[in-house]
């Protein structure tokens, strides 16, 4: 546990499929390979493998056989369905001898190496994808290596070998790029991407600052609060000296959590749509239902959690200089040392943060949220250390903070798994169990506050207190708020909670959303289809882009499509077609390829997901979610494209006005 922010840290960049591959991507490759492909017979073909092997290192053969470091040609599991290896031999015998390293004989090339495998077909001769697998040594160290290949079949029935697991599809990438759509001259010029799509920075800085008061009144911060202000009052030569360090002590607090957010930055000018990955990657939300898990069961008292005891020992040693350096070596020890309390409101204020629009700096902004609300009390006690006296007593209340932390720590742990859920569809968390959890969650909390359950190292309730009855009241009315959630009746919506819990037809219910009054979208996920409908019905076009896990989405959903005025224009007026971003099934191995941006930038389209994230950049270029579009049959732009417009009368209008260009449209 000591060192969860190391571990927190790595599991963020592996759960990134772009991350993992530019990581690949820096590992030096000592293997040069060609690929080429000789017909033997109808559906018979010798593929080539060629490889030059830098100087000093050697490559295993194939010819170690069932040994786990021989050198493998893996298909892809479609080209596996389509041929079959039938032997696979080298161009030349192996040298061997006794490798000192793996402390056995080898089997192995130097200088080069060519791989022969004879495969035959099944059936017609297609493309082939895969991978060849090699171990490669030197003198100090061993390493697979695997480089990807494609063997493209023509009308003739050859095939062309290339380096690459995907290729560059032309047709592929003009089903991506749309050119009859026009960014530049729509037929009405209404509605706009504009900051109503954006979530509000200055709303995340005031979480943020509501993050760190709760921070304060935690057991790792609050009783340092006299201890830090009365050391600077009184280690100071005069009093105007003390403030100066304390103000500066609160200074540098502030600017170590905004530092924190620094990394993101430079990740989102590499990748810009990096933020929506993080959001909507599975395993990075089933990280964070763990990581939230243990912080809960920290909160509970089972254990604590600590960042390594070097790291503060090293920090405090270089605290002890009583210069400007000294006092930000004090800010960052506090930083280290109660990390077991504001580590997981700060990871709630991540996860948050990159899971709305705005990415790096709204992060920035719920960071600088944090280290205000954090900071400002060293200043504040420092000018004003009468106040300090006013401070409650350290004591049992602050091991209850905890505890109630706890739970809500609990409470947001089920929220990313259901992200996780929803982006899968792995049907465990539909929205009735989400709410059934987080009652079971509520009552608990509510009965520890009235002091009927305790942990084993909590002191008995003699007496409720004002603040803990208003909480405990607090907690019982929105558990009581959320008992509807889990009924089949008009008053399942609870709108305070649209967007947070899974959508309105991912129910117990069956897919009954429509029944409920919400709009559902004609066609999901299929374009081609929603252009075929919209043409034999002789309507426009709402395009829909959305997420699985999107906040924003499902709050349109469910307050602003439901709205009768909206839902009539949605459901009589156009064809609503929803292409989910996020969707990580992947398409047909068919149907997979490598997309080149006119800036000359590749991008594999693997799912369902990159498909439509991809298409939304190109065509609209907008990477958040929702966005809406109003195109016509023939895909002309019907009125500038907008994102999330909470205003039900403003949606309404752009949705007339889009009907209005519409009519222009079929005038001409």
Not at 38 to 48: A, R, S, T
Not at 258 to 272: I, K, M, N, T, Y
Not at 595 to 611: L, M, Q
């Amino acid at each position: 546990m000591k060192n969860l922010l190391t571990l927190i840290a790595a599991l963020f960049l592996l759960a990134q499929p772009k991350a993992r591959a530019q990581e690949a991507d820096s590992i030096p490759k000592h293997l040069k390979w060609e690929f080429k492909a000789e017909k033997k017979g109808e559906k018979e073909f010798v593929l080539h493998f060629t490889a030059k092997i830098d100087a000093g290192w050697k490559i295993l053969s194939v010819a170690m056989g069932d040994d786990e470091l021989n050198t493998r040609i893996v298909f892809d599991s479609l080209a596996a369905t389509r041929a079959k290896i039938v032997s696979l031999t080298e161009a030349t015998a192996p040298q061997e001898g006794y490798d000192s390293l793996l402390e056995s004989s080898v089997k192995y090339h130097l200088d080069e190496v060519e791989i022969l495998a004879t495969i035959r077909f099944n059936d017609s001769v297609k493309d082939l994808r895969g991978m060849v697998s090699a171990y490669i040594a030197n003198t100090t160290e061993v390493y697979q290596e695997d480089n990807l290949f494609t063997f493209s079949a023509d009308a003739a029935g050859n095939l062309t070998g290339e380096q690459g697991g995907l290729k560059a599809n032309a047709d592929a990438a003009a089903s991506l790029k749309r050119e009859k759509i026009d960014m530049k001259n729509p037929v009405m010029r209404v509605g706009g991407i504009g900051t109503e799509g954006q979530t509000n920075p200055w709303f995340i800085f005031l979480l943020g600052f509501l993050g760190g008061l709760v921070a304060l009144v935690t057991p790792c911060v609050f009783p340092m609060i006299p201890l830090t202000v009365s050391f600077f009052t009184k280690s100071a030569q005069d009093k105007k000296k003390g403030i100066f360090n304390a103000t500066m002590y609160g200074f540098f607090i502030f600017l170590i959590y905004v530092l924190f957010s620094v990394p993101f930055h430079v990740a989102g000018l590499a990748e810009p749509e990096i933020f929506n990955n993080i959001s909507t990657n599975v395993w990075l939300n089933v990280i964070f239902f763990a990581i939230f898990l243990v912080f809960a069961l920290s909160f509970f008292g089972l254990f604590e959690i600590t960042l390594p005891s070097g790291l503060a020992s090293k920090a405090d040693s270089k605290a002890n200089k009583g210069t400007l350096v000294g006092i930000f070596f004090m800010a960052l020890t506090l930083v280290v040392v109660s990390f077991s309390c504001t580590g997981p409101i700060l990871g709630s204020l991540l996860a948050g943060s990159l899971n709305s629009d705005g990415g790096a700096w709204l992060l920035t902004a719920g960071m600088a949220g944090f280290g205000v609300s954090l900071a400002l009390p060293f200043a504040l006690f420092a000018l004003f250390p009468n106040w300090l006296s006013s401070l409650p007593k350290s004591g049992g209340w602050l091991t209850s903070v905890k505890v109630v932390l706890g739970f809500v720590e609990l409470a947001l742990a089920v929220k990313f798994l259901s992200n996780a859920d929803l982006v899968t569809h792995w049907g465990i968390l539909d929205r009735e169990t989400f709410f059934l959890i987080w009652i079971i969650i509520g009552i608990l909390t509510t009965l520890y506050l009235f002091g009927l359950i305790r942990f084993p190292h909590d002191s008995p309730v003699k007496k409720l207190g004002p603040v803990r009855i208003i909480f405990g009241l607090l907690f019982g009315l929105f558990t009581l708020y959320l008992i509807p959630g889990i009924t089949n009746t008009k008053y399942a919506r609870l709108k305070l909670m649209s967007g947070f819990a899974p959508p309105m037809s991912y129910s117990w219910y069956g897919n009954t959303a429509h029944e409920r009054g919400s709009v559902e979208p004609d066609v999901i996920n299929d374009y081609d289809k929603a252009l075929q409908m919209a043409k034999e019905k002789g309507k426009p076009i709402l395009i829909d882009f959305t997420g699985w896990a999107c906040v924003n989405c499902r709050n349109m959903e469910e307050n602003v499509w439901t709205d009768p005025e909206v839902h009539d224009l949605i459901k009589d007026k156009y064809i609503l077609v929803s292409l989910y971003t996020d969707d990580r099934k992947k398409l047909p191995e068919d149907q997979q390829f490598k997309y080149v941006s006119p800036e000359g930038k590749p991008k594999n389209i693997v799912t369902i997901g990159d498909k439509f994230a991809t298409m939304q950049t190109v065509n609209f270029t907008n990477q958040s979610q929702p966005l809406y579009a109003l195109i016509t049959p023939d895909e002309q732009l019907l009125t500038w494209p907008v994102a999330y417009t909470p205003d039900i009368q403003t949606y309404a209008d752009w949705l007339r006005a889009g009907l209005e260009g519409w009519e222009k449209v079929k005038k001409k």
